[in-house]
């Protein structure tokens, strides 16, 4: 009140009030009536609603810490768990184990992936097999004629000589 009857001018600003309680006041001078308009009201009804907004954001902010935590757990159950089992089912089929069968659960790209590989890991296994069978007639082929086969690399190195070599040669070919 003295502020705006010596001085002019209004305040704003946090005090005790007449009744020794905080209070958030704001005055206003009416000179032409030789008045000063005062406002006070309860600190504590005053902040009430900041102190609301504070427990809200922290509620807010717990809530999407834990969507944020859940979210990552999904992403790791469904994604990088997935994967890794691709990621061992390859070390396995370069270690030439071809009997590796990844679960093909969902339709999304992991799952097509796997299905890729299984059907990868089918073939090579087919493909091996395949292989072995038409080495094993080879060799059969190759040690029951009676001629004299003999390979050489571009070097001019042995690569193999059939096993009747020395019967028709009447020495070791090696």
Do not use: H
């Not at 209004?10 to 000179?31: D, I, K, T």
């Not at 396995?92 to 299905?115: T, V, W």
């Not at 042995?158 to 070599?165: C, G």
């Amino acid at each position: 009140v003295s502020e705006c009857i010596e001085n002019g001018r209004e305040v704003s600003a946090f005090y005790a009030g007449y009744l020794g309680e905080e209070v958030a006041g704001a005055s206003m001078c009416l000179p032409l009536m030789e008045w000063v308009l005062i406002v006070e009201v309860s600190t504590s009804e005053i902040l009430a609603p900041l102190y609301e907004i504070k427990r809200n954001a922290f509620i807010g902010a717990v809530v999407v810490a834990g969507l944020i935590c859940a979210l990552l757990a999904l992403f790791y159950r469904s994604i990088v768990v997935r994967l890794r089992l691709i990621s061992s089912a390859s070390s396995a089929i370069a270690r030439g184990d071809c009997d590796i069968s990844l679960p093909e659960r969902s339709g999304d790209e992991i799952g097509l992936l796997s299905r890729s590989f299984n059907s990868m890991a089918r073939d090579i296994k087919d493909r091996a097999r395949l292989l072995g069978e038409s080495e094993e007639k080879y060799r059969s082929m190759v040690s029951n004629i009676p001629d004299v086969i003999w390979t050489a690399g571009a070097e001019g190195n042995k690569l193999f000589v059939s096993p009747n070599a020395t019967q028709v040669l009447g020495y070791p070919a090696g």
